[in-house]
C-alpha cells in the first residue's frame, strides 16, 4: 500500500515563506510524477506544482509560478515544495500527490493534507 505523508504547514504572515514536504512509502513504489494541489474552503481543488520524478522537469500553476518551487530528494522519496512571498489568497488545505504512469495525466495515491494559513 502507498502512503503520502505531508508536513510543514502552519501559520504565516504575509510576504514569509513556508517548506512542505511529501514522503511517500509502500513496497518498491517509484512514481512517474509527484503533484501539489490545494483547496481553499468553497473553492475547487486547484493545481499548484508537480515534477517529473526522473528528469526533474517541473510545471507550475499561474497563480504560484515565480513564488513557489518544488524539487525532490530521490534517495528520501520525497517531494518538496518551498513557498515564498505568500499572500492571504494562498490560505488553504495542500495536498501532495503521485501518478504511477506519464500518460493520461492522473493522479493515483493522496496525502491527507497538511493546512496553511496566511495572515495579512
Known amino acids: 500500500q502507498v502512503q503520502l505523508v505531508e508536513s510543514g504547514g502552519g501559520l504565516v504572515q504575509a510576504g514569509g515563506s513556508l517548506r512542505l514536504s511529501c514522503t511517500t512509502s509502500?513496497?518498491?513504489?517509484?512514481?512517474?510524477?509527484m503533484g501539489w494541489f490545494r483547496q481553499a474552503p468553497g473553492k475547487e481543488r486547484e493545481f499548484v506544482a508537480a515534477?517529473?520524478?526522473?528528469?526533474?522537469?517541473?510545471y507550475y500553476g499561474i497563480s504560484v509560478k515565480g513564488r513557489f518551487t518544488i524539487s525532490r530528494d530521490n534517495a528520501k522519496n520525497t517531494v518538496f515544495l518551498q513557498m515564498n512571498s505568500l499572500k492571504p489568497e494562498d490560505t488553504a488545505v495542500y495536498y501532495c500527490?503521485?501518478?504511477?504512469?506519464?500518460?493520461?495525466?492522473?493522479?493515483?495515491?493522496w496525502g491527507q493534507g497538511t493546512q496553511v494559513t496566511v495572515s495579512s
Open positions: 500527490a503521485a501518478s504511477k504512469i506519464g500518460v493520461p495525466v492522473t493522479y493515483d495515491y
Open positions: 509502500g513496497r518498491s513504489f517509484s512514481p512517474y510524477r
Open positions: 515534477i517529473i520524478w526522473s528528469g526533474g522537469t517541473t
